[in-house]
């Protein structure tokens, strides 16, 4: 059974607990969570080298200034 015919089965039926319903969501949360980890490291690895490029770029403007 895919994972929304789970949900779905344990959300429609009266009898099932609220940990039944968490139970069938988990898989699905648990992937979200390390997809939306590695987007954030992903966006926030090229904002260090264009700091850092920055960085040397203002440096070297500084240098030449004077």
Do not use: G, H
Not at 20 to 43: C, D, G, H
Not at 55 to 62: N, P, T, W
């Amino acid at each position: 059974m895919l994972e929304v015919e789970q949900f779905c089965a344990a959300f429609f039926i009266k009898r099932k607990s609220n940990a039944a319903i968490a139970n069938t969501r988990m898989p699905v949360f648990e992937r979200w969570q390390i997809r939306y980890k590695s987007a954030l490291a992903a966006y926030k690895q090229p904002r260090k080298c264009l700091s850092a490029e920055n960085m040397r770029v203002m440096e070297q403007l500084a240098d030449n200034t004077v």
